[in-house]
DNA sequence: CGAATGACCAAGC
DNA sequence: GGCTTGGCCATTC
């Protein structure tokens, strides 16, 4: 296990944190394009690792992986994730997959 | 400092 | 469309 840091250890950390909390409701991001905003295109599995121990304030929920699909296995993380993104109006497909073209962040 | 870790990704079958 | 393989990289131990 790993100490909980308020305002967690590295830069890089907290950027990710600033730039998911910028995601616009209804949006979403992919864990590549946060890496490549950040200067650092093959970083998405360490972004990854990043929201494994995001801040309260963090809209995590808005960040899924390339496929479009929500990356974290069946796990009770996974169906929160859902519930919220459809509480902000996103559609799963019947792959359960997100349509990046249709709520992928227009900034990108 | 070396080895392990993981909510990733693109390419190949 | 689904599964496997190799590579990437900052953080942790």
């Known amino acids: 296990m790993k100490l909980q840091n308020p305002v967690t250890s ?22 590549g394009q946060i890496a490549r905003a950040l200067g650092a295109p093959r970083a998405a599995r360490t972004v990854g690792w990043a929201m494994r121990d995001c801040p309260a304030n963090v809209p995590w929920q808005r960040v899924v992986n390339a496929r479009g699909e ?3 296995r069946p796990t009770s993380g ?31």
């Open 70 to 72: 929500i990356s974290l």
């Open 10 to 31: 590295s830069n890089f950390f907290r950027r990710v944190y600033a730039l998911v909390r910028q995601v616009p409701r209804g949006r979403v991001v992919t864990y």
């Open 78 to 108: 996974y169906h929160e994730q859902r519930a919220r993104l459809k509480e902000e109006g996103v559609r799963f497909n019947r792959a359960g997959r997100i349509d990046l073209k249709k709520y992928g962040w227009k900034k990108f």
